[in-house]
Every structure is written in structure tokens, then in C-alpha cells.
């Protein structure tokens, strides 16, 4: 089975930087995606890691360690519009067709 | 490129009536997800096709609900009868290929999803 855990919610300044933290526990580990969704909308692709390393993509990145089961998801110089919950979903083999299974979220609340 | 269509956005019925959604994935797209996202979680999969093939149906309740992909393209999530449980919103999804692809054939692209209410 998969375990998956975020903190429920952050809440941080604009212009501020915030890790969010996942760890995970899956027997098919193939992948972890980081999704941002704001409220009543749905969720869009961020960012994904296969192998153990920093992904950078403009003002986030994402950091995996295969060995620890533990990923995050750096957003630099926040904004208004960077409050939404950020999911952090691992990809699993064992179906054979790589299923994708989310964590429940962590809230962000940016704050002037 | 249009994005993946659902509808309706919104729905409201009592328990023990019945419903259906309708999912028009991206074109090309062969592999179409329906989730379940009850209000302060994640997407939780409840069916995943390739195709027109079920793939995953592991924790579609299948008792009230069920989905078909009939010609590979649209899909319809039906739940009959409807329990309070049930509201959440129900996602779709759809990606090039579920299948052991690159990230961007699985990269997972979503509809804007239906709300279900059940009084």
C-alpha cells in the first residue's frame, strides 16, 4: 500500500521563501509529482522528480531522496496568488499502469 | 489545445437518486482517470482506463457506482443509488499513456470537475 503525508496548512509572507514537506511510503515507487490547486478549481502539474536531486523551474523547485522517502517543494519569493493547496502525488507500478496516488494537501496562505 | 471537459460543474440531489458525469478527455489522449475528492483531501483514483480497457477500479465502490469508456474517448461515472458520502468533487482526468511512457505521456492533465451535493 501507499502512505502518504504534508502538513495540513502553512502560512507564510509575500516576497518569502516556503518548503513544503512530503514523505511517502509505496512498495512501486516510480515518480513523485507536485500539483498546485486553488480553491474550487483543479489541481495543475508543477513539477515531478524521478531521481534523487533538486528540479528547478522558475521561482519553485522540487527535491526528492529515493533513500529517505521524502520530497519538497520550494516556492521562492511568494505572491498573493501562490495561496492554494499543494499536492504531492507518488506514481506506483504495481497496477502496471503507473497509478498516482496524492497525499491530501498542504493549505498555503500568503499574507501581505 | 481544449483542455478536458466535464460537465455538469455543478450538481445537487437527494440520497438514494442517481447521477451521471461526463468526461470529453484531451484529444490523443489514451488514458482517462475519474477521482473522487471529498472536501479537504486529495484525489483519490477511482478508475483509471486505457483506452477503452479498465486498468484500475480497486476502490470504485462498485455496488452504486460505474464508469464505461464504450469507443475510447468519452466516459460517463454514473452512481446509482447516491449516498450522503458521495459529495465530494468528482474529477477527470487524462494523459497521452499510463503506461510505462516518458513523464510527459503520463503527466496528468484535469477537467475542472463537478461538484455533487447530496441532501
Known amino acids: 500500500g501507499q502512505n502518504i503525508d504534508q502538513p495540513t496548512e502553512m502560512t507564510a509572507t509575500e516576497g518569502a521563501i516556503v518548503q513544503i514537506n512530503c514523505t511517502y511510503q509505496?512498495?512501486?515507487?516510480?515518480?513523485l509529482f507536485w500539483y498546485q490547486q486553488h480553491a474550487g478549481e483543479a489541481p495543475t502539474f508543477l513539477s515531478y522528480?524521478?531521481?534523487?536531486g533538486l528540479e528547478e523551474k522558475g521561482r519553485f523547485s522540487s527535491f526528492l531522496s529515493r533513500s529517505k522517502g521524502y520530497s519538497y517543494l520550494l516556492l521562492k519569493e511568494l505572491q498573493m496568488k501562490d495561496s492554494a493547496s499543494y499536492l504531492c502525488a507518488v506514481r506506483d507500478r504495481d497496477t502496471g499502469f503507473q497509478k498516482l496516488v496524492f497525499g491530501t494537501g498542504t493549505r498555503l496562505l500568503v499574507s501581505p | 489545445e481544449a483542455g478536458v471537459a466535464q460537465s455538469p460543474r455543478y450538481k445537487i440531489i437527494e440520497k438514494r437518486q442517481s447521477v451521471a458525469f461526463w468526461c470529453n478527455p484531451i484529444?490523443?489522449?489514451?488514458?482517462l482517470y475519474w477521482y473522487q475528492q471529498i472536501l479537504g483531501q486529495g484525489p483519490k483514483l477511482l478508475i483509471q482506463?486505457?483506452?477503452?480497457?479498465?486498468?484500475?477500479d480497486s476502490q470504485l465502490p462498485k455496488d452504486r457506482f460505474s464508469a464505461e469508456r464504450l469507443k475510447g474517448v468519452d466516459s460517463t461515472l454514473k452512481i446509482q443509488p447516491a449516498k450522503l458520502e458521495d459529495s465530494a468533487v468528482y474529477l477527470c482526468?487524462?494523459?497521452?499513456?499510463?503506461?510505462?511512457?516518458?513523464?510527459?505521456?503520463?503527466?496528468?492533465?484535469f477537467g475542472p470537475g463537478t461538484r455533487l451535493t447530496v441532501l
Open positions: 484529444s490523443g489522449h489514451a488514458t
Open positions: 522528480n524521478v531521481l534523487d
Open positions: 482526468a487524462s494523459s497521452l499513456d499510463g503506461g510505462l511512457g516518458t513523464v510527459r505521456d503520463n503527466e496528468q492533465f
Open positions: 482506463f486505457q483506452n477503452n480497457g479498465v486498468v484500475d
Open positions: 509505496t512498495s512501486g515507487f516510480n515518480g
